[in-house]
């Protein structure tokens, strides 16, 4: 997500400590209503995790109306006689596990499942859940929107943190990461995108079904399934990767000189990072004046307007940060939020414009009541302050020093084994810390602490 953006969310606001509490107080066999996230307890479930998610969606521009069908694959985690599902506002008018008819209750953005007989821990399992009705967004605080949001012509679709369970049942937590299928239709005239890989579009009576795949492990916020009219264009480049632009005419003339440097910026990224993580790349440039925001969207970021080129390498560095590695926890944000930043820090510096340590340098010059220095990037505090300023440019500030300390050919391998090691899982701050002084040899518990943890404008470097 590019900087200057504050969102959180308003539903999942049940203290830390009650949940503790419930979970303790729980049945063994019943699976958590949250993956136990500080920030957001409520997000994720415990007891399973889904392989693979199948969605069918019918969409209507028109009326607003969605029919869903989700089919989740999973694997018990432990013995279930009960578990959840993220989900948030649409009618369910269905639910089996396995070709049973399952129980199942709302409870607030938990969609309560329980089958007819207890799932054996380690059994593989299917959950079909049928739904229907107009999906809207969630608000944040700070009064932007999440999840599944109207257009003039479609809908937006991003889902950081939380929105994921507006248009599709989920375990919607960093941590679970699956491969997808979407096949999608709208009216004919209308372009629905998703991740991965395009395989087929068919049009007939009036409706245009696409069929996209997503093959290497996602989070359930990078889905996409954004609807419009759409300029489409498809080629593969050089190194066999399928690249899927799709862009609102409107942003068409605006985007086309920066999205014409997609596939250098992917190279450059390539040769800093290592290799593209994905099958699949592109972007969707929508028409979207109210979202006020872009997102990293798995494969395919995609942008409420035309992007400039910054933003642009911002975005595709998170198809390695954020992406392709996950986060453990939202409290980690600034390992995807500071990390792309610095790459938009390294672009510039090797594409004649300001170095990275002028960038850094101009921000120090900052004062101490500034709001980079309102609370450390690596303990936010709060969901409300995962995506301020200092988790952004106090998070890339904290990569300029490390840096520093530990000279670029250093630098450089910490940055390209972090996103080897990690490849289509997770990592957290501790594990980033302990590979930096492993690469360098250097003992950096002092840099980390000052920078990510010390409230307040540190010492000069």
């Known amino acids: 997500m590019p900087k200057a953006v504050r969102r959180t969310f308003v539903l999942a606001t049940t203290p830390v400590a009650l949940v503790a509490l419930l979970g303790a107080a729980a049945p063994p066999s019943t699976g958590s209503s949250g993956a136990g996230d500080p920030y957001f307890p409520l997000a994720g479930n415990g007891g399973y ?80 859940v049928t739904y229907q009705g107009k999906p809207a967004p969630v608000t944040d605080p700070d009064g932007s929107l999440d999840g599944w949001i109207p257009t003039d012509d479609g809908a937006f679709v991003a889902g950081e943190p939380q929105g994921a369970m507006t248009w599709f049942p989920a375990n919607n937590h ?33 409706k245009t079904t696409f069929r996209w795949h997503q093959s290497e492990p996602m989070a359930a916020y990078l889905a996409t399934a954004t609807v419009g009219k759409f300029k489409v264009e498809q080629f593969t480049t050089r190194d066999g990767l399928r690249v899927y632009n799709a862009v609102d005419p409107r942003e068409a003339a605006a985007a086309a000189p920066v999205l014409k440097k997609l596939p250098s ?108 220095w309102e609370f450390p990037p690596g303990d936010p505090g709060s969901g409300a302050n995962i995506f301020g300023t200092p988790v952004y440019a106090r998070g890339a500030m904290t990569l300029q020093v490390l840096r520093t300390t530990v000279g670029d050919r250093a630098f450089l391998r910490i940055l390209r084994a972090w996103a080897a090691g990690h490849r289509d899982g997770h990592g957290t701050t501790a594990q980033f810390e302990r590979l930096a002084e492993q690469v360098s040899g250097k003992k ?8 990510l943890y010390t409230p307040g404008k540190p010492n000069r470097p």
């Open 49 to 128: 995790h889904v392989g693979h998610y199948d969605l069918t969606l019918r969409y209507d521009t028109g009326s607003g109306h969605l029919d869903g069908k989700a089919v989740l694959t999973a694997r018990a985690t432990q013995r279930l006689s009960r578990f959840d599902l993220d989900f948030h506002g649409l009618t369910v008018t269905g639910l089996t596990v396995g070709r049973t008819k399952a129980d199942f209750r709302r409870a607030g953005q938990e969609l309560v499942v329980t089958p007819k007989r207890a799932l054996r821990k380690g059994e593989r399992f299917t959950v079909t």
């Open 174 to 206: 960093p941590t679970d990461k699956s491969s997808y299928d979407f096949t999608i239709t709208v009216p004919q005239g209308r372009t629905a995108v998703a991740n991965g890989v395009l395989r087929s579009q068919r049009t007939a009576h009036g």
């Open 265 to 372: 910026v992917l190279e450059w990224e390539s040769r800093l990072f290592g290799p593209y993580p994905f099958r699949a790349a592109g972007s969707i440039v929508d028409h979207a004046p109210n979202v006020g925001y872009a997102l990293e969207t798995q494969t395919r970021p995609v942008y409420d307007r035309a992007p400039d080129l910054s933003t642009l390498v911002h975005e595709s560095a998170h198809q390695w940060f954020g992406d392709s590695v996950s986060l453990t926890s939202w409290k980690d944000i600034w390992l995807n939020e500071g990390f792309a930043t610095y790459a938009e820090w390294l672009y510039a510096e090797q594409h004649g414009g300001d170095s990275a340590q002028k960038a850094f340098d101009d921000l120090y010059a900052r004062p101490a009541s500034d709001g980079l």
């Open 444 to 451: 950096l518990d002092d840099l980390f602490r000052t920078w």
